[in-house]
């Protein structure tokens, strides 16, 4: 393939494709769906069904115990604080699929793909903004090699908006840009990739923002399959073969969020400090942190003696499902030092927040913002406004759709232009059949 004089392969993984979504939508009830000139099947997504596991998993074709992406964020012990959506491809730990391929001469491009920066490939896009001293930031791209991104904004119609990649005023926008670059890479001569890996997600936002089932999600999927038409048939006519694939489900979820963290702080293991009336953790010091991802949450305890009181507080908590322990997440693959102690795994139609205050008086500052990389937990309420103007939505009853647990239901959709010699059964095994499909 590529180098060797065959064909190139793009692959695009889409956010939230999940296969009973799209089987639904093909209007069948068998095993498989035929869309975009495709026969899609289903395959298990991994444990745990988020972003950065999923990725990690497909790039290493392996779980979350030999790749460490646990999560989509990772309490660091040392430091004593939680970091998401951290970019460092040094994260991921594990050979990747395409390094026999690029030993003997193969390209290989990663675009908007997370922990991608300082990735051993030879194109990389993704967003890498610059936050400001006094506030507020500049927006922009990393890319390599030097002046790509220049490029593509040309070739786009203008820069890559972050605002559209997330946060309330997220949209189709983002993924229409990105499929607008991805295209333009795979077809000038230059830059070509044998191997183009690309990111669409434009089918997140409003199916964790109404649910799976919303008209809204309809209007989403619609405008995937645009972005997805255009590319591909772009793609095939340069010369690409083409794998799609989904990272997870999303499920549909109401009511308020589950908050484990006020249960901790309430037994005294999470420990807090008062500043000017707001109330923030002090991770170093706490005996046991939740740190909540969608559907589930790590939870680390400092003190193995706290472990059998930290398991019954948060088995009490209305809506948590599961709390396993170290043998268990041991059998889910998750048996890595990134791991916490204890798993914490929401009930059905449920989701986790990662709020510890209960009078939205002591909310911390970040709170009221977008802001990715400084709460210790995800927030889906970044995806709407909130008040006052310009702030983001502090009710959590608002979500109408969310991801990260296991179970049926779950399965994801891959569907695949070339012949993959092996029984294709989740990520992992569709990533190691497409790593040999390169030699």
């Not at 692959?11 to 069948?28: I, K, N, S, T």
């Not at 026969?39 to 990725?55: L, W």
């Not at 491809?89 to 491009?109: H, M, P």
């Not at 959709?413 to 059964?425: F, G, Y």
Request: hydrophobic share 40%; charged share 20%.
């Amino acid at each position: 393939m590529g180098s060797n004089g065959g064909k190139k392969l793009l692959v695009v993984q889409a956010a939230a494709l999940g296969y009973e979504l799209l089987r639904r939508r093909c209007g069948g009830d068998n095993a498989s769906a035929q869309w975009l000139g495709l026969e899609f099947a289903p395959i298990d997504g991994g444990v745990p069904g988020v972003t950065c596991s999923a990725q990690a998993s497909f790039r290493t074709a392996a779980d979350p115990s030999t790749h460490g992406m646990v999560a989509n964020g990772l309490y660091h012990r040392d430091l004593g604080r939680v970091m998401f959506w951290e970019q460092s491809a040094g994260l991921v730990a594990g050979q990747r699929i395409w390094k026999d391929f690029r030993d003997k001469g193969g390209t290989v491009a990663m675009l908007f793909w997370q922990q991608s920066i300082g990735e051993d490939v030879d194109i990389i896009v993704t967003p890498a903004p610059i936050h400001k001293h006094h506030g507020g930031m500049i927006q922009d791209c990393y890319a390599n090699p030097p002046g790509l991104y220049r490029k593509l904004c040309d070739r786009a119609g203008g820069a890559f908006k972050l605002r559209h990649y997330w946060g309330p005023m997220a949209s189709i926008k983002a993924g229409d840009w990105i499929a607008e670059a991805t295209l333009a890479i795979c077809q000038d001569s230059n830059t070509a990739p044998d191997l183009c890996l690309t990111y669409l997600p434009t089918l997140d936002y409003d199916l964790q923002r109404y649910g799976p089932d919303a008209p809204q999600a309809e209007k989403a999927a619609n405008a995937l399959e645009a972005q997805l038409t255009g590319l591909l048939d772009g793609a095939r006519r340069c010369g690409y073969e083409v794998l799609v694939f989904g990272d997870y489900a999303i499920v549909p979820v109401s009511g308020d969020a589950v908050q484990p963290n006020q249960a901790l702080l309430a037994a005294g293991l999470l420990q807090t400090r008062d500043v000017k009336g707001m109330l923030y953790p002090v991770l170093p010091a706490s005996r046991a942190i939740a740190v909540c991802d969608h559907q589930f949450a790590h939870v680390y305890v400092a003190d193995p003696n706290d472990l059998e009181l930290t398991a019954d507080t948060l088995r009490a908590v209305d809506g948590v499902e599961k709390v396993l322990g170290a043998d268990e997440m041991a059998t889910l693959g998750l048996a890595h030092p990134n791991s916490g102690e204890l798993l914490v795994v929401a009930g059905q139609g449920r989701w986790l927040g990662y709020q510890w205050w209960t009078d939205p008086k002591e909310a911390p500052d970040y709170a009221r913002h977008v802001d990715i990389h400084n709460k210790p937990g995800f927030d889906p309420c970044e995806l709407f406004f909130g008040w006052p103007p310009m702030s983001i939505s502090q009710d959590s009853s608002r979500i109408g759709g969310s991801h990260g647990a296991f179970g049926p239901g779950r399965q994801v959709a891959w569907a695949s232009s070339i012949t993959l010699d092996a029984e294709i059964s989740d990520i992992v095994s569709l990533a190691r059949a497409v790593g040999n499909s390169l030699l």
